[in-house]
C-alpha cells in the first residue's frame, strides 16, 4: 500500500537539503528512487519540510536507513526529523522537476 511520508527537519536549511540530494544522486530533473511515486521540499519557519509517496512504508523506511540516515551528520543535520506516515487514498504525479 502506498504511504504519504512527511518529514519535518527543524533547524535544518535548504541548502543541507540540496546537499543530501546531491550526496545520494537525487537531483533535479533526475531520475526518483525506484519506488518514490512523489517527492517535494518547502521551507519552513523552523526549516525545511519533505512531503513523499512511496510505494510502501517498506521501501521508505530501507531507504531513510540505508541512504539518509547515514549522511545527516555529514551535511550538519543535527537533530533526526520528526516522521509522519499516512496510508494513501489516490495520488497523482509528474515528472520531476524543480518549482
Not at 540505508?66 to 550538519?76: A, F, Q
Request: proline share 6%; glycine share 10%.
Amino acid at each position: 500500500m502506498a504511504v504519504a511520508v512527511q518529514l519535518d527537519f527543524r533547524g535544518a536549511t535548504l541548502e543541507q537539503y540540496d546537499r543530501i540530494n546531491e550526496m545520494i544522486g537525487l537531483l533535479p530533473g533526475g531520475p526518483a528512487s525506484p519506488q518514490e511515486i512523489f517527492h517535494c521540499v518547502m521551507e519552513t519557519n523552523e526549516g525545511f519540510r519533505v512531503v513523499d509517496v512511496w510505494e510502501s512504508r517498506d521501501a521508505f523506511e530501507k531507504f531513510a536507513r540505508d541512504k539518509l540516515g547515514p549522511i545527516y551528520h555529514e551535511v550538519g543535520v543535527v537533530d533526526q526529523p520528526e516522521v509522519q506516515i499516512f496510508p494513501v487514498h489516490n495520488y497523482l504525479a509528474g515528472s520531476r522537476r524543480r518549482g
